[in-house]
């Protein structure tokens, strides 16, 4: 079964790839669809502006056209979901599956607590995620969203990334009421297990949420 | 790894349950969980009361607590969801993730169109699935609902069934707007691929989705 | 008129019981119907879990089946509105209309105030609360809802309780907006006039909400 | 006990307080409330427009508050709730409850039913019930508002009405999925138990639903 | 060409009016509408309680129906927006469109931020914000609203009233996550600049915005 | 005063540059901002697709970031808001205000009715519209949306078109209750009026709503 599952990091960054591509691990199997993760080598060093955003979405929709006819879902691993319809459609003659970490996410989490809570990296991208869970439906499940205040720069520092993330979670948990929490960025990936564990709610990681939903959907043939 | 998706089907049909087991056929890998489904020898004939579905839910919390140790998730097969939030905490402590094959299909559906339609049995469920969309939070989302109006003994008429079907979903799409829709009921699994040929959307099968979700979630061990 | 409102207490604590037939009366008239308060005596200690929820409602359908003739209208007094629907449908052939104090005593608060805070005894209820504002739709009047992390055998000490419940509201109403509080258990009403004098809105107590909506629907024969 | 209801009909049509006080009568008990029907003698023929409604707010508050000292609570029994929250403010000294038949109309039908469906008497009534009860915060509850289009002069050929209302009432239950019906009027009381019988879903007729309420609240001294 | 744009003060400061004509200087053009404020000299020293909103509503009627022939589109300056509706109604036939100063603040506050914070004056009109922001539809993007806490008399000492402006656009911004503010009240307008710079954030006066979308209608002749 | 809005068509068609130009023209004054209207050449013929709309968001950063110094103010003329919060985040450094027509029309008709619907072109874009009013928080004043069904090339035959926007308008007003329409699109303008008197409800023609918007704000320096 020659199935590929694509997961596109939409930034240049192969560390934030290896990252996902190790978070993934455990889709892998013997006789299930490939999961190969891409960095969009052209891209942004980070996509945090809106204009990183919009400016992801053309060459995202271009990197899924160009890939190869084993392609049987793509997954595109940032939390704005850059270009997330406009690659549906273009992927829509091939009937192939197109799935975006923000929407998986959150949609894994509706099943997982009754309020979610986000953890953002900076706070000028909470305005956008608001949108996208306004045009998602699903604002009623919200508590709310914290950013951790870092640069990107920063975010290689994992002790202050990690207690930054701890209080962000519990400031979500214990004053918004969440009681699910999504990490609002594929590099986080690393973080779950020991942040679930610290705050005892369930954590989301995004791109493992989105490649398992693919993951179902390449089997099932949908 | 001995890890195993149990599937309980709430009614004692084991025509359903067979038709469920065939319906996971593309989500049993080679070293993936089994998946194995049950039918509940002491349930009704169906689930179609509200009194039907309080009434499974005790015994389906009974049902997963003496589930074998390779537990390692559980879907309830009915699209009334019964007993889900308690089969949940009953299993906590045991950290098996359960999914209702409601709350699984809608989130699947989200991801697969704007306005979801729902292809119900019975106009008396109808008012009980509205409350879960709303308990949900995803009421915006939902176009609407429409029941087919069969007996369950009429169910067996394969061709009238079908017929019905198509023509409730071609009312929630032209008339109220649908552009996915889901199959409101555990039973209709051997009908997903005509329907979805015939009308032209994408068709949630709800127990393939909750399995699927269940897959992902075993894999990655949250 | 030998109409009777049964009020059922799905906890086997008589304590609970008595404190629900002490405040409903003001409600027993001359010439209205009389209210009977029972209790679930194989009941648990209380309706705390998801569980005791569930597993109290087919026994509540039993129990409700079973009245007497001259039953005219049920109230369940429990604020997770265990079996409610069910119950609802049970008595439909007999016409008897049936409430639950949490869908009482939320309707009755849209009456008294805009933004509505609810004290629950544990946190741990709050996301199932919460799943019945969402089935009920009324979630954009839902300023908050704060628990007092009592245990039921705290509960015994009133001074701590009141206290607890005292704070609990001051925060809904300080913090959250809220302009109206509903008690969010049937064993607390003793306290509502001295909370109400305590923080200054209105507080409703739910038991009474529900009889209260179960006098006038009786009257009527609606 | 000197307590009194007064039901206050805002328009000066002496017919409507006769039908009003006509349906109050079952909630009139012994050693209840008294509960008295006030016409506004120099109200409009009908309150229809907006500025029928906006012009009758102030005259509402002047009634109540030359009400006498037995007052109890106040219902307004007009549809479009004109000053009920001036009523409010201004009875809240003497610590009177007041009650708008639309607002309460509406929160007893969520206890009846799904689906709100509301039979108006006009067209353009329906957009100034939609802002209530979006200020109610109960939209997801409303599956539709239909007028019976007719005029003032012509409500008086009870055929004729009735005929309207049952095609109304109909439209909302079989093309809208209503499960409740609320009758948008205070003028239709005497239509309520021949409309139910011919829908077969249960019909709020608003002013026996706001003294109901205001029943209970007097009993209770809240 | 002979428009004007009536601005109505519904309270009976002059001190108020004034403020809103400087504050709409700007809106002045050489071929443009005029704008004319005024003040009803029979209103209330301010429009504070619900009476005053409700007791305002037929006085602007009449003052709207006795504007001169040249009146091309009236502006009712209280954040209440009293007898919006009413006023709208009774301009239909002479085609004259009507802003209330919320909605149109609101509105244009939609367009400046995705989560809107409203700085009040007194806390009891929170509620009837909040009812007007419901009927509106738009709740899902107020982030909150905090009252100054301020009397009437007390907002001459400018220096006061300015900080605790501040203040409570602080707590929005920082506690409720808005990115957008609004100034709940007409009277307030020669703060909005140095409010802005001093938030960081963007300020509406609602008065501005509401000529503005007047001078827009005018100009089109919608 | 230098002041200049910026129009910009973000399909190629200089014929609707021209349209929107000649319906702009009632929003020049004499000492107002100019309002220039620009059409990009290197777009498509017509932004249809979601891969136009994403394709669109760069090429207009571009387009207004290198406006000339007088640029007060962009409007994107495009029913998809292509680009919106990526152009408004690029000109937020010389603070000019950006609007997108979709956004600027929507809000414009909720101060003309209460339920709004929307005439759009192609049946394809009515989910993207929907994710649109979703992430603007105001579905509840959404009645629906209906597509005329023509291509582009059949909109050149100006007779079936305008019979087509009747039709679909009539629908949404009679069907769906809708009592103010938008154009769902920039090449509709010289039908508005027409329209309005045909249908007899407001039409909103949104790059005249957004020209409006930005015009206030211009002249107000927000």
């Not at 691993?77 to 197109?98: I, K, N, Q, T, Y």
């Not at 975006?100 to 949609?107: A, D, H, R, T, V």
């Not at 929490?181 to 942040?195: E, T, Y």
Request: with cysteine.
């Amino acid at each position: 079964m020659p199935r590929t599952i694509y997961v596109i990091n939409p930034n240049r960054s192969e560390i934030v790839t290896q990252g996902i591509d190790a978070a993934l691990a455990p889709l892998r199997l013997a006789d299930g669809p490939r999961i190969v993760c891409l960095t969009r080598e052209d891209g942004p060093s980070g996509v945090q502006t809106q204009c990183d955003v919009d400016g992801a979405a053309m060459p995202l929709v271009q990197r899924a056209l160009t890939l190869p006819d084993d392609c049987a879902a793509v997954v595109i691993a940032c939390f704005s979901d850059p270009g997330l319809h406009a690659v549906r459609e273009a992927m829509a003659p091939r009937r192939v599956p197109v799935f975006g970490i923000s929407e998986s996410g959150m949609l894994t989490a509706l099943s997982l607590g009754q309020r979610v809570g986000v953890i953002a990296i900076l706070d000028t991208s909470i305005p956008r995620h608001m949108r996208t869970y306004g045009a998602m439906g699903i604002l009623d499940r919200v508590a709310g969203e914290k950013a951790i205040g870092l640069q990107v720069s920063e975010l290689s520092d994992r002790a202050l990334t990690f207690e930054r993330m701890v209080a962000a979670g519990r400031h979500l948990v214990t004053e918004r009421g969440a009681d699910v929490l999504v990490m609002g960025c594929a590099g986080m990936a690393s973080f779950r297990d020991d942040l679930q564990t610290s705050l005892g709610v369930p954590v989301v990681e995004p791109t493992q949420a989105a490649a398992s939903m693919a993951l179902g959907r390449v089997l099932l043939g949908w």
